[in-house]
C-alpha cells in the first residue's frame, strides 16, 4: 500500500527527514539530501520531485531525468571523495517516494564488499563537517 503524502517524509520535509538528511539543492527533477550517518563518507540520497512514483511508471524522458540526476551526483562523489566504488539502492518499502541512495564504499571502510546498511548509527560529524562534505559535493555538481 503506497505511503500518503501526509506521511511522505520527502514530501512532508519534517523533522523526522530533518533529523536523517540536510538538504543539499535542486537538479533537474530531483533534490539532492545528505545522510547524518557518514559511515560512507559522502553518502547521499537524490529524491524524485513527485510522490508515490514507481520506476517502471515514469516516462522516457521522466526517467532519463531522474537517471541524469543520480549520475551527476554519483560523479560528484566520485570526483570529491575518490571511493573504490559507489554502491546504489532503490529500496521503498515503506516509503512511496522514489529515491536512489548513493552510497561510496572504500577498500579499508565501512562495509566494503557487503550491503550497505541504512541507517547503522556509527558516524555523526559536526555541522562544519558536513558543510565541508556539502560543499566538496556543491563543487563537483
Known amino acids: 500500500m503506497p505511503t500518503p503524502i501526509s506521511e511522505c517524509l520527502y514530501c512532508q520535509n519534517n ?21 547524518k550517518e557518514q559511515s560512507h563518507p559522502g553518502r547521499c540520497n537524490v529524491v524524485y520531485k513527485d510522490h508515490g ?6 516516462s522516457d524522458e ?20 575518490n571511493p573504490d566504488k559507489i554502491n546504489y539502492g532503490a529500496y521503498a518499502d515503506t516509503l512511496s517516494h522514489l529515491h536512489m541512495h548513493i552510497v561510496p564504499k572504500y577498500k579499508d571502510g565501512y562495509g566494503f564488499g557487503g550491503v550497505f546498511e541504512m541507517n547503522p548509527q556509527k558516524v555523526a ?6 558543510a565541508g562534505i556539502i560543499e566538496k559535493i556543491k563543487a563537483e555538481l
Open 15 to 35: 523533522e523526522t527527514l530533518h533529523r536523517l538528511m540536510i538538504k543539499t539543492g535542486d537538479l533537474e527533477v530531483s533534490q539532492l539530501f545528505l545522510f
Open 53 to 58: 512514483i514507481e520506476f517502471h511508471e515514469l
Open 62 to 81: 521522466q526517467r532519463n531525468a531522474f537517471m541524469k540526476d543520480v549520475a551527476k551526483v554519483a560523479k560528484a562523489i566520485a570526483t570529491a571523495f
Open 125 to 130: 560529524l559536526s555541522d562544519v563537517e558536513y
